[in-house]
């Protein structure tokens, strides 16, 4: 059961051959047996999981079940859901109980869908291997000696293991596509303001998009027209017509324009990973696409740019962690600067800590034009290289990452090493496109490979399109961990 | 560009932050390190570009002025480190 798809899973519960109780019982007897060895999940909270069970039970009864009715989705634990402790990974907020819902919550609350339990993460997202997190490190479920990546680790590695039926995620800079890929997942990183970010604990708000994890395209679909739509209480979310983004699954792909940025098959590249893409590609072109040679030229620049703009709004996001109205409070203190100061201190990790630093210095007085502004008018020129490339093609494909999966604690002394492993993600966020990782193979050492496709602004019905079909000539994304 | 001690002393204190002598050595070493990264920069020519704030070209929508929260005072305090009498309690700020 804990195989099935979205669809499957509905079906089963609609027709009655099982329960929305027995159904969350199966994922928290899975996670209690295999969280131990995995730490995906945060916090499981049986009761409330299962009071939710309960009502859609009689809801699906009533005949009034929508699409995900009854089905256990683990969330990120960056949303805020009432009731349910809510700690972003960080000591700051071990103990926060948060006061009300996101809007990601909420829609899925009136789904009907299930709140399985809040999953690991990087501190405050801040992280490419889910290493940051307080609550110490997801292991990767394909090899338990490798990360999963991150920001949304847990959640990749929760998929991966079938330890919920599908999942949530948040994307600044490559946080849902990393992670996807070095799982062996699929995952979608929405145009930004298409997915409210209302409740969702703010990282670097120009950049922060909330999107689905999943085992497939078909579930990515179901979980998005779940997830989209215009919130008034988040000023960035967009108001646009309601769109199903499962109505262009079935279509052909024949003339699609893939577009490959030749930056993205430079130095950098490991073999098995350019081979894994190389032979994707090949199979789009057996399904009736052709190829484009397009160029990036300025997406060398974004991890410069973004180690600018993303610490700059962190620094700001995260001026609200005072030790006064909510969060840790040293147990000793002077006056009130004191006060903060060691709060700050002891609740915060290294990692979130020195984004906070580089951060507060950039914007500091001397040196905000030749770093902040700086950085604002190079992600123009990023942005407007896709703008260029979508003259040409439809999509663009490429790697998601570099290598697959790397070894736990090989990059833990080197910040620049982890930020590097971002390379192929973060121009998407500052140029606020969607994004999606889809597996696409696995390297020698048996660890699975992403295939990234970037799509043009609001075009994510068509990469799912996209995704899909590969998905219906490949059986990548069905590949299980062993031993799950 | 490499950061001097007094400078990662100057941000930590802007930032809330205290650090012990020994992680500001390594905050040092760190941030420089990172600042190398980003100077890469440093060379775009930039003249005439108009920086980007956000992906979408939107501006802030104004609303009704009427009240949308409800009173959740108890509940929200009950969030705090250490309250009184329905305040927050602080060290003394004001003699």
Known sequence: MFNSSLQQLAAALHSKKISSIELTQLFLDRIAALNPKLNAYITVNPELSLAQARAADVRIAAGKAVALTGIPIAQKDIFCAQGWRTTCGSKMLHNFIAPYDAHVISQFNQAGAINLGKTNMDEFAMGSSNETSYFGPVKNPWDDSKVPGGSSGGTAAAVAARLCAAATGTDTGGSIRQPAALCGISGLKPTYGVVSRYGMIAFASSLDQAGPMARSAEDLALLLNVMAGYDERDSTSLPRATEDYARDLGKSLAGLRIGLPKEFFAQGLSNEVAQAVEAAIAEYKKLGATVVDISLPNSRLSIPVYYVLAPAEASSNLSRFDGVRYGYRAPEYGNLADMYEKSRAQGFGAEVKRRIMIGTYVLSHGYYDAYYLQAQKIRQLIAQDFVEAFQHCDVIMGPTTPTTAFNLGEKGDDPVQMYLSDIYTIAVNLAGLPGMSIPAGFGSNNMPIGLQIIGNYFDEAHMLNVAHQYQQVTDWHSQVPQGI | ?95
């Open chain 2, 1 to 95: 560009m490499s950061l001097t001690l007094d400078d990662v002393h100057k941000v930590a204190r802007l930032a809330r932050l205290a650090v012990s002598a020994e992680e500001a050595q390594l905050a040092q070493s760190q941030l420089t390190n990172i600042f190398g990264l980003i100077a890469e920069m440093q060379a775009v020519d930039t003249q005439g570009v108009a920086p980007m704030s956000h992906a979408q070209d939107v501006t802030q929508r104004l609303r009704e002025d009427k009240i949308t929260e409800t009173n959740q005072r108890e509940l929200l305090l009950s969030l705090a480190p250490q309250v009184e009498k329905g305040l927050y309690l602080v060290p003394q700020v004001i003699e």
